[in-house]
Each structure stands twice: as C-alpha cells, then as structure tokens.
C-alpha cells in the first residue's frame, strides 16, 4: 500500500505538472499579446478605454499569481497569504462586474484570438470569448470564489495548513475563472482538467485522515475517466 501511494502520488505530480504547465503557457501567450489580440467577432474595434481585454487579461491572471506567491514566499504566514489570495479574487470579482455591466447586453459576442501553436497545417489559437453567458458564469464563479474565501477565514482559522488552503483555493479559482472565457475547446479542456486538478488537493486536503485521502484519489481518478 506504502508503494501504490507513491506511485499515486508521482502519477499525479507528473500530471499536474503538464496541466500547469500547458495552462501557464496559454495565459502568458494572451496576457503577452493582449494588445495584439484579433477580434472574430463583434465590433470590429475597440478603443483603448473600452476594450475589455485588459480586464479580463487581469481576473484570469491575479489568482495564479497569488498561487506562485503563496507557495513560494508566505507559506509561514497565514495571514499575508489569506490576505494576498483574498485581494487577488477581490480584483477578480471587480473585474467579473465591470465586465458583465459593460458588455453582458450586447447583442453579438466579443471573441478575441491569438495563435498559440503552429504544427503542419494544424493551428491551435487560445483567446478570451465574452458573451452573456460566459461574463454571467464569470461573474457567478468570481462572487462563489470571493464568499468561500471570507467564509474560510473563520472555517479554517488555526489550521496547519492554512496558508496551503488559500493557495489551492487560488489555483481553483483561477483554473475556473480562465474556464470560462475560454474561446477554443483545447482551452476549454485544459482548465478542466486543472479544476479537477485543484479540486484533488481540496479534497484531499487533509490528507493525514486516511477517508480524507481516499476520497482525493477518488475525485481524481474519476474525473480523468468522465473526461
């Protein structure tokens, strides 16, 4: 058993690491070329105050930013790492808003692409699609997001693992946050597969208890089989 759980345990690190990896890449390829994006769809351009690239460039950056930061500098002080994933999903649920109330009634998407990959004849482009429907689940993951964190400022107040909590909870808001602007469906996967990602390391969080860490394999590995 000592065995399997190590084997299961690289088998997952190695995964979340092309998941990461795979998901990083797309992000910084849209965040570099904001300025550049071609627009598919809508108007045929947008001013600089009105586009909502920027905006939307900055909710579905912030949160992996608090990730890396909480990971890697403050996981010895809960407070400045609940502090930092707090105010990331904050700008991110201002920003969600700001979106919906600018461009939720408009009556054609806005579908912004830049070309990712270039292999043969095959291209693969990432990009941001804002219709009414995805800045409404934009606007609803961002409040669900923002509510569990300040609730989990109580909930989970003196844990251990305090600090790893709020950097999980970044990278799943994050991961969900990029799902659902995403314009092309090799996007559209790859975030699903990091919110099945972070929804293991919740699930499992407390992995000393033994149905804790149980039911964390569970969710994964059902998750990599319904998708």
């Known amino acids: 058993q000592h065995l399997e759980g190590q084997a299961f345990v690289l088998f997952v690190i190695a995964i979340a690491a092309a998941e990461v990896s795979v998901g990083l890449a797309m992000i910084v390829t ?6 550049s994006l071609d627009p598919e769809h809508g108007r045929a351009a947008d001013s600089a105050l009105d586009s909502p690239l920027p905006i939307a460039a900055l909710v579905t950056w912030l ?27 904050t700008v991110a649920l201002v920003g969600a808003v700001s979106l919906f109330a600018r461009h939720a009634g408009e009556g054609r998407p806005l579908e912004y692409a830049t070309t ?3 292999g043969g004849e095959a291209t693969i482009r990432v990009g941001f699609l804002l219709d009414p429907l995805s800045l409404l689940m934009l606007l609803i993951v961002a409040a669900i997001a923002f509510l569990v964190q300040l609730y989990s400022l109580g909930y989970m107040a003196g844990d251990p693992g305090f600090a790893r909590y709020y950097a999980f909870m970044s ?44 039911a964390g394999k569970k969710a994964f590995v059902m998750t990599r089989f319904g998708d």
């Open 63 to 89: 949160p992996f930013e608090a990730f890396v930061a909480i990971l890697l500098g403050t996981r010895g002080r809960p407070r400045r790492s609940a502090g930092m994933s707090l105010a990331a999903v």
């Open 116 to 118: 990712w990959l270039v």
């Open 171 to 214: 990278l799943f808001a994050w991961a969900m946050l990029n799902l659902t602007l995403a314009a092309t469906l090799i996007q559209l996967y790859i975030f699903w597969e990091l919110v099945g990602l972070a929804s293991y390391l919740l699930i499992g969080f407390w992995y000393e208890k033994f149905s804790a860490s149980e």
């Open 30 to 35: 849209l965040y570099r070329r904001t300025g």
